[in-house]
Nanobody, 123 residues
Framework: QVQLVESGGGLVQAGGSLRLSCTASVRTFSDYAMGWFRRAPGKEREFVAAINWNGVTTYYADSVKGRFTISRDNAKNTVYLQMNSLEPDDTAVYYC????????????????WGQGTQVTVSS
């Protein structure tokens, strides 16, 4: 069983930055690929970014490429999402998720999910 707790959300002006963190309660964090997803008001949950077990392989949604960076610290059981140049369209609840298989952008592959953290970007 993996428990995930996100933090770092909040209210920021357009053009600003936030860093989300997700800490996992698990014996071997490096056994899991990690992903970030988001759900905007009135929309389906969508993929944002993913990272493999050692941080070498990363994937990004086109909408965030060049602005967001996913990283992880296996010694701290934590994955991060650095979000720069935020836009109002980035407003959403952000979720981290753990996948016991290979890194993927496919939502249904992720076995464990956090409760989410709200990010609001004002114009």
């Amino acid at each position: 069983q993996v428990q995930l707790v996100e933090s770092g959300g909040g209210l920021v002006q357009a053009g600003g930055s936030l860093r989300l963190s997700c800490t996992a309660s698990v014996r071997t964090f490096s056994d899991y690929a990690m992903g970030w997803f988001r759900r905007a008001p009135g929309k389906e949950r969508e993929f944002v970014a993913a990272i493999n077990w050692n941080g070498v392989t990363t994937y990004y949604a086109d909408s965030v490429k060049g602005r967001f960076t996913i990283s992880r610290d296996n010694a701290k059981n934590t994955v991060y999402l650095q979000m720069n140049s935020l836009e109002p369209d980035d407003t959403a609840v952000y979720y981290c998720a753990a996948d016991g298989g290979v890194v993927t952008t496919v939502m249904r592959a992720y076995d464990y999910w956090g409760q989410g953290t709200q990010v609001t970007v004002s114009s």
